[in-house]
Structure formats: C-alpha cells, structure tokens
T-cell receptor, first 110, second 114 residues
C-alpha cells in the first residue's frame, strides 16, 4: 500500500471549515483514499473514501487532485466533537487491511 | 449493544503471564483483524483472518497468536507477556462484499504488563 504524509497537528475554530491535507504521491491506480478518525483512544471510525472523483457524505467532503497524488478532507462546520486524530490511508479495497500512519491531531476550539 | 465487542476492556498483568483478549461480532462479517496502538502512534496490524480457515500474520505478529473459533469470534493470545506489549488493542471486522470496504472497530482493550 502507498504511504501517506499528513501534518502532525492543526487547530480549527468551531463553526469554521477544517481542511485536512494528505499527500500520497506513490498511489497506484487501483488504490482508494480512505479517511478515518479516532476520538480519544476509541476505535477508529470510517469517514469517507474515494478513488478519483470528489466525494461528499453527511460527515465530510473529500477532494482528490486530478493526478491523485494528494487529497483534502473537508469538515464543513467543525464542532468540538470533531476533535480527534484523522488518518489518511490508501489501500486496495479487496485487500481489506488498513495501514495506519501517525495521522493529524485536529483540535477544534470554541 | 456494540456490534464488535472486546473483552476485557482493561487488564493489568505481570511479565510471563499468558493473556487472552477476546473479540466477538454480531455484524456477520467474514473478515476480522487485531491491531495494537502505542501512545502517539497509529494502529499496527498484528493478525488478520479472512474466514474461519484463514489466518494471516500482520506486520507485528511476533509474540502473539490468534484463534478464529467461529465466524463471530477472534481471540488474540500473548503466550508470555512482556512489558513492551503494553498497549491498546483493537479488534475490527469488515465485509468484502460491502460497498465501502470500511473496517468496524471495537472499543479497545487496554493491556498493561508490569
């Protein structure tokens, strides 16, 4: 699986959009970009995934660059409950496994 | 009730003791996983099982063993616990036929080896 690079931490004001970047320059054509988050030592929670098109669900939006070498997770209106570590992972869906990096610690402040 | 249940949630033990962490799921998924997490780090894969008859080593399997007793149960054993196995352990499941390929995680088992 391709490796990813994320900033170690970022702050965001409550109510504002949080934009979390991820670089995955060695991504292969059959690898998807997945985002998970982990709130304070709980089990990681799936957020969203995509292959090459932008995706949106009730939790977030995922913007993938045309060359697929980077992506951005957008939390449109951050709340205090969005404080968590966010993991960007690239994987072949059929493999099943997830390979986690260190992620980005996001702190949402009032 | 949680779909993926881990027991015990917390355990303190001594070096050399045998420890078993258990995971059961009600999601009907074929695939199950065990991960460990050390402070400030991401999760690392210990073992995974794609069905009852299939067991595979992950990136850090040394010192661990697993048993897939049934589709719904996947146990992780530490035959002789050592202090550097102190960590937070997570069980997860997935359905290869699911549209998202997501993994569903339990709430974690915190193990301390003295």
């Amino acid at each position: 699986d391709a490796k990813t690079t994320q900033p170690p931490s970022m702050d965001c004001a409550e109510g504002r959009a949080a934009n979390l970047p991820c670089n995955h320059s060695t991504i292969s054509g059959n690898e998807y970009v997945y985002w998970y988050r982990q709130i304070h030592s709980q089990g990681p929670q799936y957020i969203i995934h995509g292959l090459k098109n932008n995706e949106t669900n009730e939790m977030a939006s995922l913007i993938i660059t045309e060359d697929r070498k980077s992506s951005t997770l957008i939390l449109p209106h951050a709340t205090l409950r969005d404080t968590a570590v966010y993991y960007c992972i690239v994987r072949v869906v059929s493999w099943g496994k997830l390979q986690f990096g260190a992620g980005t610690q996001v702190v949402v402040t009032p | 009730d949680a779909d993926v249940t881990q027991t015990p949630r917390n355990r303190i033990t001594k070096t050399g003791k045998r420890i078993m962490l258990e995971c059961s799921q009600t999601k009907g998924h074929d695939r199950m996983y065990w991960y460990r997490q050390d402070p400030g780090l991401g999760l690392r894969l210990i073992y995974y099982s794609f069905d009852v008859k299939d067991i595979n080593k992950g990136e850090i399997s040394d010192g661990y063993s697993v048993s897939r007793q049934a589709q719904a149960k996947f146990s992780l054993s530490l035959e002789s616990a050592i202090p550097n196995q102190t960590a937070l352990y997570f069980c997860a499941t997935s359905d290869p036929r699911g549209s998202t390929g997501e993994l569903f995680f339990g709430e974690g088992s915190r193990l301390t080896v003295l």
